[in-house]
């Protein structure tokens, strides 16, 4: 059974940095492209960032360019978002995803494979 588990949300408040975890088990994701997306209350989810399968390509929404930055750790089965001078605007609930196959990294109905996702809270 595949399972993404995300982790590391919280409530901080505006300003300060948070890391993003997500573990995954019941496949390599080394063979997949990873990436995170957000949903805000009332809003459609939105793509995040991604990162293609040996890490050297990497892919950023423009609302978080040059704040958040996404990592992976083949060997550890493990993605990572490191957010840096976080704002109220980020608050979401935050999803961890896997796709085996060659569509669009920043288009959910590319993703095979979604956590449940974590809450982040920024406070202004």
């Known amino acids: 059974q595949v399972q993404l588990v995300e982790s590391g949300g919280g409530l901080v408040p505006a300003g300060v940095s948070l890391r993003l975890a997500c573990a995954v088990s019941?496949?390599?994701?080394?063979?997949?492209?990873m990436g995170w997306f957000r949903q805000a209350p009332g809003k459609e989810r939105e793509f995040v960032a991604g990162?293609?399968?040996?890490?050297?390509?990497?892919y950023y929404g423009d609302s978080v360019k040059g704040r958040f930055s996404i990592s992976r750790d083949n060997a550890g089965n493990l993605v990572a978002l490191q957010m840096d001078s976080l704002k109220p605007e980020d608050t979401a609930v935050y999803y961890c995803?896997?796709?085996?196959?060659?569509?669009?990294?920043?288009?959910?109905?590319?993703?095979?494979?979604w956590g449940q996702g974590t809450q982040v809270t920024v406070s202004s």
């Open positions: 995803a896997a796709t085996s196959g060659y569509g669009h990294i920043m288009r959910m109905a590319s993703y095979d494979y």
């Open positions: 019941g496949i390599n994701i080394k063979n997949y492209r």
């Open positions: 990162v293609e399968w040996s890490g050297t390509y990497k």
